[in-house]
C-alpha cells in the first residue's frame, strides 16, 4: 500500500531544533525528512513532492543564508513547488522570505503555540469534507 501521508522537508536545522520541530509536527499525521545543506534540499525536491518545506534562516551546518533555497522554491520551481516556511524568531527574515514567496513562517520560540500549529494545518492535513 502507498503511503500518502503528507511529508515534510526540513533544511538545515541543527538537532535539538530538528528533534523540537518533529515534535510539533507529531500533532499531524506526516514523514519528516531531513537535509543539512540547500543543494540536498534541491535534490530532494527535484526526486520526490513535499506538502511543505521548513528551512532555518541560517543553514547550521555551514552557517550560509538560506534564501537561495527560498528564491529556488518560490521562483524557480513554479507551479509543482511546495509552500516554503522560514524558521526563525527575528521578523525581517520572515519579511525578507515572504517577499521572496514564501509563505508566514514562525519562530523557534512559537513551535509550541498553537497558533504555530494552526500555520501549518492547511498544508499538513486533509481538505475537509464538503
Do not use: W
Not at 30 to 36: E, G, K, L, N
Not at 69 to 84: H, K, N, Q, T, Y
Not at 93 to 99: G, S
Amino acid at each position: 500500500m502507498a503511503n500518502n501521508k503528507p511529508r515534510v522537508l526540513d533544511v538545515g536545522n541543527c538537532d535539538p531544533d530538528h528533534a523540537s520541530i518533529c515534535r510539533m509536527l507529531s500533532h499531524f499525521d506526516v514523514d519528516v525528512d531531513r537535509v543539512m545543506f540547500v543543494d540536498e534540499a534541491k535534490q530532494a525536491l527535484q526526486s520526490q513532492p513535499y506538502n511543505l518545506v521548513l528551512v532555518n534562516r541560517l543553514i547550521f551546518a555551514d552557517s550560509s543564508d538560506s534564501m537561495p533555497l527560498v528564491e529556488f522554491v518560490a521562483g524557480d520551481m513554479g507551479a509543482s513547488a511546495p509552500p516554503i516556511m522560514m524558521v526563525s524568531n527575528f521578523e525581517d527574515a520572515q519579511e525578507r522570505a515572504m517577499a521572496a514567496g514564501a509563505r508566514r513562517g514562525f519562530g523557534k520560540a512559537a513551535l509550541d503555540d498553537p497558533a504555530t500549529l494552526d500555520l501549518l494545518r492547511p498544508h499538513l492535513e486533509p481538505a475537509a469534507a464538503t
